[in-house]
């Protein structure tokens, strides 16, 4: 079977760093991605790694390790729409797996 | 402008009832899926489909029901076996169903069920 870690709830300053790790147990692995979700609406998609390292896309930035079957999800220069819940999902012989998803709180 | 369309946004049922949620799409995708969302659950599968006239159960298909007649379409039936209909439900897309860039899934806004 498939499983996912993630935590439940991250709370951080507007304009800081903050580090979503998702942990994952899976057969088949093909790629991790991540997921945003804002209160009430539809996930939109984020970003995908299949090989290890960095992805960076403007703000956000994607980390893989396949050998340690980790993630993580950096938000960096943090702003108050930013809040929402992101989640993390692996690909494999099967369709996409989702966690059960981190609810970021920004404040000011 | 392509997407995928879901509706009604909110519905109400009485408790028995089926009820069968829409979800259509333009965007020329052969993979769509159906997911349930639950406070604190995530996104859980009920059913997906690979293709026109296919699909195949999640991991939670028990009381519901799908079909795929048309590759633009992929209607969910709640059924009255569902012992606990009441919640967020998502239906989505892809080019394919692997997950990988290019494949990622365009989701719907979702419709809000509550079986009264």
């Not at chain 1, 300053?13 to 991790?32: H, K, M, P, R």
């Not at chain 1, 938000?75 to 966690?99: H, I």
């Not at chain 2, 209909?85 to 239906?91: H, Q, W």
Request: charged fraction near 15%.
């Amino acid at each position: 079977g498939q499983s996912l870690e993630q935590p439940s709830e991250v709370t951080a300053v507007e304009g800081a760093i903050v580090q979503i790790n998702c942990t994952y147990q899976t057969s088949g692995f093909y790629g991790l991605s991540w997921y945003q979700q804002h209160d009430g609406g539809a996930p939109t998609f984020l970003s995908y790694n299949a090989l290890d390292g960095l992805e960076e896309t403007g703000r956000f930035s994607s980390f893989l390790s396949r050998s340690d079957s980790y993630g993580y999800l950096l938000l960096q220069e943090l702003q108050m729409k930013d809040s929402a819940s992101y989640f993390c999902a692996v690909s494999g012989n099967t369709p996409l797996v989702f966690g059960k998803g981190t609810r970021l709180s920004v404040i000011a | 402008d392509g997407g995928i369309t879901q509706s009604p946004k909110y519905l109400f049922r009485k408790e028995g009832q089926n009820v069968t949620l829409s979800c259509e799409q333009n965007l020329n995708h052969d993979a769509m899926y159906w997911y349930r969302q639950d406070p604190g659950q995530g996104l859980r599968l009920i059913y997906y489909s690979q293709i026109v006239n296919d699909f195949q159960k999640g991991d939670i298909a028990e009381g519901y029901s799908v079909s795929r007649e048309k590759k633009e379409s992929f209607p969910l039936t709640v059924t009255s076996a569902q012992k606990n209909p009441t919640a967020f439900y998502l239906c989505a897309s892809s080019t394919r169903a692997s997950g990988s860039p290019g494949d990622e899934q365009f989701f719907g806004p979702g419709t809000r069920l509550t079986v009264l």
